[in-house]
């Protein structure tokens, strides 16, 4: 059976994780500072089944390198900390986490490895490989299966839209404005990371592999289908409300709604998993 208390916790923390690094870097600090609290203090609530983890000197002398390299590179190249820093930095504090004397410390660090390294593999394939061979996927996903869907939404409700780019919508209501669809718009970021912490749940916890697939598959839709209300509430809010506000609500949009998906995931995977058994 999945654990579904020890899930939620982990995608709870996951979403205050996210939450606190959006508000820091483009929001409100103390809330960021709040969520980051919060998500330590739930960190010690977990639960992790699994084996024991063994000390190891190793991952400790490579997490202080990968995580100095991180702040090397951003001082050095004068740059703000993005999405793959902080994943690659909980990459580094979760090997330094497996040489702590605590076993369950050790076990979260095995967890934040599993999650911050699928993650940073996805990163890696979709964002720059694909850029270096010049593989235009992630640009045709966000006009395909965002852009178009979440017009098409906008239109149904009565709101003129029009695509005037492969990633951009001219909406004219309250002002006109411009919108680009791309980055963490396409969802893939988030998704990215509900991928990361099921396989890194499964493997903490022994999922069977069938339901492990459930779970991935469950999470990408959701994930998607969230991603799709995200972006059409934020066309409705620039309509009426302007450029200004919708900027506003982008900015604490994403890690709210990241939370509320995580209720449904757990709420549909509760009721098919019975089909699965």
């Known amino acids: 059976m999945i654990d579904y208390r020890n899930l939620a916790v982990f995608l709870l923390i996951l979403a205050l994780f996210l939450g606190a690094t959006v508000e820091i870097s483009e929001g409100l600090i103390p809330i960021g500072v709040i969520l980051f609290i919060i998500a330590v203090i739930l960190i010690s609530k977990i ?53 702590l004397n605590k076993e369950d410390i050790r076990k979260m660090g095995l967890f934040g490895m599993y999650m911050s ?18 593989i235009d996927l992630i640009h045709q996903f966000d006009h395909h299966f965002v852009l178009l869907p979440t017009v098409f939404i906008i239109k149904a409700a009565g709101i003129p839209i029009h695509v005037i780019g492969t990633e951009t919508v001219y909406i004219q209501g309250v002002e006109e404005m411009s919108v680009i669809i791309g980055g963490p718009c396409s969802g893939l970021y988030s998704m990215f990371l509900l991928i990361a912490t099921v396989i ?32 059409v509430i934020l066309y409705i809010v620039g309509f009426f409300y302007g450029v200004d506000t919708m900027m506003l609500v982008h900015v604490h949009l994403g890690w709210i709604i990241f939370i509320v998906v995580m209720f449904i995931l757990l709420s549909i995977i509760k009721r098919f998993e019975r089909f699965v058994d």
């Open 117 to 134: 390294g699928v993650f940073i593999i996805l990163f890696l394939i979709f964002f720059s490989m694909f850029n270096r061979f010049n």
């Open 47 to 99: 639960e992790i089944k699994g084996g024991k983890v063994k000390q190891s000197k190793y991952r400790l002398i490579l997490g202080v390198s990968v995580v100095m390299a991180v702040i090397v590179y951003n001082i050095k190249t004068n740059s703000t900390l993005g999405t793959l820093d902080m994943m690659t930095t909980l990459f580094g504090i979760s090997l330094i986490a497996q040489d």
């Open 200 to 231: 890194a749940y499964s493997r903490m916890e022994r999922v069977e592999r069938k339901k492990v697939m459930l779970l991935l598959a469950i999470a990408v839709l959701v994930a998607y289908i969230a991603n799709l209300t995200r972006v």
